[in-house]
């Protein structure tokens, strides 16, 4: 199989989506692999790297033309064109982004599988979850950036001071970026509140992260409760392919101490805080009522090389079946299967439907390559 790899064009986007010993791997079990000149220099990997491990640069509409492309986010706008009956994998997040992309890749038959709804035997999103845990560290590390007097923040250092916990952290979500989150907040000595719907996780959460990480019950009262008195607050709230939901009201927002921070996690699939919009790392932050908004939909892109790895050490396995069974590798995996957002026409995602508001444009996977095969 020929399998391309076009260079990220999102603003600051510096991950790529294999690595040269991922491409290495592919070329050796007999595909081709076709990388865009530069597609790896902003995580550290030289085009010689590429060239060393049996991939071939080319250029961007090069790239593009290929059995597989793997990309890291969405295309955007510019790339539309190039979005024709080949299998896309990347991260989609269709319900959170523009709705025209989702109308390209049914018009041009693109089977488009989501990293982001990738499951495992287990139920779990593997592909997300190394990204997620980026974010999550991030979350704390630029919330505290932020809060300084100099960004028109708070003034308070989240952390232990001569032995003294200052700053509280409110995390929303106790998923992997929320644990992440939870985990640094409270590692470097802050207050740190987790909310989720799951209290029966509270002394899981003590054991394996931190006695200290206070867990609460979710909830419109107790979150309005909580974050009024917050330094920072982190949304890592996820519903699986679908937007959102806005769990941080704009009166919650409103009575947040002026100069706090928000890092709305959530952003990529359309924010948990009803204030929220996206923003990049060439300007990623807002003014809102007092409040200091951080939305930026891309956050993992700052840490590229990291990135790259992590991502690469966790799709090669798919992108691997892919290219040696094709289509065939959804039809004996329907934890995979789950991944498939578009299939030659058909909206094969519910959340994004229902997103949309086109429930009535789902369509079954299953049922699709059912007919297919036979």
């Known amino acids: 199989m020929r399998i391309g790899v076009p260079k990220e064009i999102k603003n600051n986007e510096n991950r790529v989506a294999l690595t040269p010993d991922g491409a290495r791997t592919l070329v050796q079990a007999g595909h081709e692999v076709v990388i865009q000149t530069d597609a790896g220099l902003g995580s550290g990997f030289a085009n010689a790297d590429y060239e060393q491990a049996g991939a071939m640069l080319v250029s961007a509409p090069e790239s593009w033309q290929a059995d597989l492309v793997l990309k890291v986010k969405e295309p955007l706008a510019e790339e539309y064109p190039r979005l024709q009956n080949q299998i896309l ?14 109308q390209r890749l049914l018009e041009q038959h693109t089977t488009a599988i989501a990293y982001e709804t990738v499951e495992d035997s287990a139920g779990r999103l593997p592909l997300l979850a190394p990204m997620s845990a980026i974010a999550g560290n991030m979350a704390v590390s630029v919330g505290n950036y932020f809060l300084s007097h100099t960004y028109k923040g708070r003034g308070v250092l989240l952390g232990r001071v001569l032995g003294e916990s200052q700053g509280k952290v409110v ?45 609460r019950l979710s909830a419109p009262d107790s979150i309005a409760e909580e974050v009024q008195t ?58 809102q009522y007092d409040v200091i908004h951080y939305c930026v939909t891309n956050m993992p892109g700052a840490y590229p090389r990291t990135a790259t790895i992590m991502l690469t050490q966790a799709t090669l396995p798919y992108v691997q ?12 995996d329907p934890a995979f ?24 444009a789902y369509s079954p996977l299953a049922s699709l390559l059912s007919v297919r095969s036979r």
């Open 321 to 332: 079946r892919l290219a040696q069974e094709g289509l065939a590798a959804l039809v004996a």
């Open 337 to 360: 299967a789950k991944g498939v957002n578009t299939f030659q026409g058909h909206l094969t995602c519910e959340p994004v439907a229902q997103a949309l508001k086109c429930p009535e």
């Open 89 to 102: 994998f990347t991260y989609l997040h269709l319900a959170g982004v523009d709705p025209n992309l989702t």
């Open 171 to 215: 995390i929303l979500g106790d998923g992997v970026v929320g644990r992440y989150a939870a985990q640094r907040a409270a590692g470097i000595g802050a207050a740190t509140c987790l909310m989720g719907r799951h209290p029966e996780r509270a002394s899981e959460i003590a054991q394996t992260l931190s006695p200290t990480i206070r867990y």
């Open 230 to 287: 917050a330094d920072l607050v982190v949304g890592a709230v996820l519903q699986r392919g679908g937007r959102a939901p806005i769990v941080v009201t704009e009166a919650m927002v409103r009575s947040l101490p002026p100069g706090a921070v928000i890092v709305d996690v959530s952003i990529d699939q359309g924010g948990c805080v009803a204030t929220a919009r996206p923003t990049s790392h060439a300007d990623p932050i807002y003014y």
